[in-house]
């Protein structure tokens, strides 16, 4: 990954907390980006990450408080926004504003016009913003976004996805410190943390491309994990296990696309189970299972004919593992790339990094674009409303604006790392 | 299973088609039934049911076209009914009236009002009416339960359920004889067979004993599935190629109960899959999941500390194995009539069977009764009017007209074949 100078990224980064630190990780492997700049509210973040820079011997960026003073540098390209999930979207329109190429950490929306706001910011400025969704970038995600293309699921039909991971340790914990997402749980009601598995799944099924979502009904169940989490903490008697949450312990979500397909998502952080991303592809001719890591597909896939107890025949299909499939469909950038990739969540962080520092370099859209980022945030605020109305169906703003019908989707033999996802 | 000839149960069966050949399996093994009468329209069907009567060395039952004819009948204390989804209703009301014990076999309503009128039909005569719901009687939902009720699970929460199972090399094949299933997908969009997994789960939620289900919302897929076997196997040029099915091939449905907790329920036939009923329950302290065929429960599985690549520590939560909860809790029902089920789907179908015979035996209620059948096919015709409706909320119809709040739910150490889910 070594690059000539003239090529070099020279980035920003805006928000200097725990998932910073994860992503210098990644950014300090790839040659092609220099840190030029870093900023914080908190002068204590600030001095955090510049002592990662003196201890990787790396020269000490230049660092703001205030993130319109970063954005005023003309030497900077590109910033990258792991901030909170409050505050992340209109510094991001402002960094468009600026004329940088911008990227934001995942999340939700508040509302629609926030993100409505993001997208006139692109439009009106023709800067780029991409959502750093790790999880586009993962192997088997890739690799099924690689079926899906070249039609070994048929016709898709229908999709799951969710965010069902035990967060209850982060979560209380870091309470008293004012962390935000606890604080969305306790005030909020809705899929607080749509993106990573729709991220993929939306890529698959190419939304904001000859599709989208149309509309969404939303359902939470009650709301015992966290409060029970508190008590069995910090006893009973204590003050803390006077604390409400609102947000319902499994919010599942039901997303109708203007094709016909279906997408159900569910969202978990405060129940104990194992990590899933719950992830389903299914179409007329097979389906991925994330949780049986399997996958089955007509003609491919194994199936016989039994006999029931009275001798009438039926079919009985067969799983195979996943993993039968990588050498064969593994996709081109985990072929490519997997021997470099560096850093969080098993190099999908690295991944989804190296296209966004691609993009900047080819001065090119990023392969999650701005429409990408409003669609998929917008499930926060939309599953909010139709849990507020007793589980209505609510309608999905098409933030392309007519644009979706006539973009394109991937060519298959056109990919690589910046057009993974487009032409 | 030898019973003394005064405790044996007299039935009959209305209905020969498939599904009774399979039952006799089970039947022929349970000393305490004499099939005494049978029922069909059709002089074919009679004869079929005749001619096992004859290979198996019994004597043959008096045979009838016209069910009332059957139910007049004062020698006969119990039916079954395992007749099409559309004529078990009112025949199974009309066995009431006739004051017979009843069994009607799985299946979605047509409408409320036919629920109903099965309801008024045992309230009015004081006559019982089963559904042979067979999946309430498998291994695994039979000790789901039973961990559930001695409170494993903690507080339940969510749960999940499916009919997934790829009925096309059945439903198209036999369209051309009239099979009524093939046309309620042709004509109807719905959850046409919620029951073998919202059966269990609702004795698990301890539907109409404490809680109920509220509403629900249901979303379909385009359909695609059944028209494209179609087009497979008989030539794209031929007529049959011309059907149009309007049953979305995925319908998801989630419920909302009294009590806060929510049911996602998926039914699927028209796509290749391996089978999968997509079972779920979870509460605060654990879950189950079927398609992992895992269980992790706080406190007895494990759970380690692990640490991300900037040294952060999280949990990471592990499956058990299904198998692994076996010795312990296995339900006592399994345990103490493994040995001696015999027949369709790895004996659940006998299970199911001597349930309903030994109520009849002891003039007792069965443990899936008329509230539970009408709760449980409510969900066909309800996830209809709801994707009629654009994904609207519909309300559940309290069957039971308020007694659900009073009507008490298992005690565990009363459990045994007769009275696993009542006191």
Not at 80 to 96: D, G, Q, R, V
Not at 306 to 318: A, R
Not at 354 to 370: L, Q, T, W
């Amino acid at each position: 990954m070594k690059e000539s100078k003239d090529k070099i990224v020279k980035l920003g980064i805006i928000g200097l907390g725990w998932r910073t630190e994860v992503l210098l990780v990644s950014l300090f492997a790839i040659d092609a980006v220099e840190i030029s700049a870093i900023c914080d509210l908190s002068d204590k973040a600030v001095a955090k990450i510049k002592s990662i820079f003196l201890k990787s011997g790396r020269p000490i960026p230049a660092a703001f408080n205030n993130y319109n003073d970063l954005l005023q540098k003309n030497d900077i390209d590109a910033v990258l926004i792991p901030t909170s999930w409050n505050s992340h979207l209109p510094i991001a329109a402002a960094a468009m504003k600026a004329g940088k190429y911008t990227a934001i950490e995942v999340g939700g929306a508040s509302s629609t016009e926030e993100l409505w706001q993001l997208v006139h910011a692109s439009e009106g400025t023709g800067a780029h913003c991409m959502m750093l969704e790790n999880c586009c970038y993962a192997r088997n995600e890739l690799m099924i976004l690689n079926m899906a293309r070249q039609g070994l699921f048929g016709e898709l039909i229908h999709c799951c996805g969710g965010y069902e991971h035990d967060l209850r340790d982060e979560l209380i914990p870091r309470m008293k410190e004012g962390f935000e997402r606890t604080f969305h749980n306790k005030y909020r009601n809705c899929d607080l943390y749509p993106t990573h598995q729709l991220g993929p799944i939306a890529k698959i099924l190419n939304i904001n491309r000859g599709n989208r979502f149309l509309s969404l009904v939303s359902m939470a169940s009650k709301s015992r994990g966290l409060g029970l989490y508190v008590k069995d903490h910090s006893g009973r008697e204590s003050q803390e296990s006077e604390i409400a949450f609102n947000k319902g312990d499994v919010v599942t979500t039901i997303i109708k696309c203007a094709g016909g397909e279906t997408i159900t998502l569910t969202h978990s952080v405060s129940l104990p189970r194992p990590y899933s991303r719950n992830g389903r592809v299914q179409g007329t001719r097979g389906i991925w299972l994330e949780d049986v890591d399997g996958i089955h597909i007509e003609g491919i896939s194994s199936s016989t004919k039994e006999f029931d107890v009275s001798g009438n025949p039926y079919t009985v299909h067969h799983w195979d593992t996943v993993q039968s499939f990588y050498d064969k469909y593994d996709h081109p950038i985990w072929r490519d790339y997997k021997d470099n990739i560096v850093g969080g969540h098993g190099g999908m962080d690295c991944l989804a990094l190296m296209a966004f520092i691609d993009a900047v370099r080819h001065k090119i859209a990023p392969p999650i674009d701005v429409y990408d980022c409003a669609a998929w945030m917008s499930v926060t605020c939309l599953s909010e409303q139709s849990i507020a109305l007793g589980s209505m169906p609510v309608a999905v703003p098409d933030f392309t604006n007519g644009k979706w019908i006539k973009r394109e989707s991937v060519p298959i033999n056109k990919w690589s790392l910046t057009n993974v996802y487009k032409d």
